[in-house]
């Protein structure tokens, strides 16, 4: 499938961008490329398997005024590049399939912009280092979690000694049953696709905490289970058993987890009226029995600079957010968030923030705590959205004294810790992060308090 546009490069300024699956997420860069930054950036090709998203999404490109790109089945991603050589390929597709369209268009001589998770498996996360070794070409991962003011200024906090250098760290993070459900019913429920939530969802979190702490990790200990999301559970909520899908489940009328794709407009015209091409499902039942991606999760981290981690991942609870707590030479530093209800695809507001749901605070080794105002931000994920999309498309960004940009080594840094959970659940043992791909590179950081400091007498 192809439709006209340009086929060579213009004498236009603006950089050329290529998006690679049109599902949910691609809207965010599409709309920034064709509304905030159409100065500077144009959207010249747009690739998915599924034909009646390339469809969707062209329609989204005359909505927003833009000149209406080519579509192409991903059989034909070369056959794109060829026709309208973008500068940078924008990969925003299942999770497993990242690998695929990022060195493929590294050899092909574009930069690339890819979504988290990087890739969800040792093998693939060395053929992306080992592309990048060879092409030189840039590789971004798209960590918009860093982005969020809260979470720059908890990276303030610590780089500013508050707390003096942390030696440990406690991490939960809590989704609940209508976002957290929303990844049984979906893709993500298998790993070949998303490599698991170790992987899938950690991949944010442990990003957060090698750039909060400028560390890279070393070993893993986990554990995981399901035991939610299972037909016994089903049993015990008191229907007969888990079915196929909400839109024709006999007992969708008294189930608390029944998504009705046709009665949003979003979810309805993404997904269920192009089920006809793929036969994707977005609304299997969550107590189904193939799903095989844990639950519950827990991680004990070490990491090159002392620190060590202690995170769970639970994905069936009264409420969504997370705690975090940093314990420091000189202090703790504690952070939290309360968010409001999430559904991928739905108009609600991703990692949207309750009333009150943002709380900072710094307690000394003595004396007594303090709270800090939290910076704020408005729009998807805390305002970090639209701050990243800045950082990506602003022809000379804003110099960042947080180095919030991430590329491959982060993007590896950050999965490794869940591949390696991964491999840890499966051999119950620790598992050694260099055992899975050799050295690991160390990313970009700024400057932090160290071992070395003097630490004050309490
Ligand atoms: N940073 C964030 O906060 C954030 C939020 C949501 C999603 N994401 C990431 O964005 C990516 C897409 O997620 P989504 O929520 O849009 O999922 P989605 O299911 O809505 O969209 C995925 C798209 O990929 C297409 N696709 C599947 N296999 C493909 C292949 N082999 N080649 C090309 N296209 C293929 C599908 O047809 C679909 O259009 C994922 O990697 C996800 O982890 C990141």
Redesign the pocket.
Known sequence: MSASSSTSRSASPRRRYAI???????ALYQDGIENVHAATAELVGL????AG?IELARQRSARNGAVVPAGYL?ADFETMLRAHRPDVVIV????A??H??IIRAMDAGCDVIT???MTTDAEKTRAILAAKQRTGRGLRV????RYSPPRSQVKDLLMSGVIGDVLSVDFQWLLNTHHGADYFR??HAEKKN?GGLFV?KST?HFDLVNWWLAAVPVAVFATGKREFYTPEMARRLGLSGPHERCQTCPEKAKCGFYLNLEGSAGLNS??AAHEAH?G?LRDRCVFRPEIDIEDTMNAMVTYDTGATLSYSLNTFNAWEGYVVAFNGTKGRLEHSIVESVYV??TESV??GVAEDGVKIRVVPLRGTGYDLKPWSAAGD?GGG?RLMLEDIFLPTPAVDKYLRAADERAGACSILVGIAANRSLQTGAQVRVADLVGTVPRPDYPPMPSRRDPVPMP
């Open positions: 690679v699956g049109l599902g949910s997420r691609h690739c998915d398997v599924n998203r991903a925003t597709s299942v999770d399939t990242h695929e369209y979504e988290k998770p798209a960590f918009n979690y979906r893709w998303s899938h944010h993404l997904y793929d994707y991928n695809g991703q990692g994920h959205d």
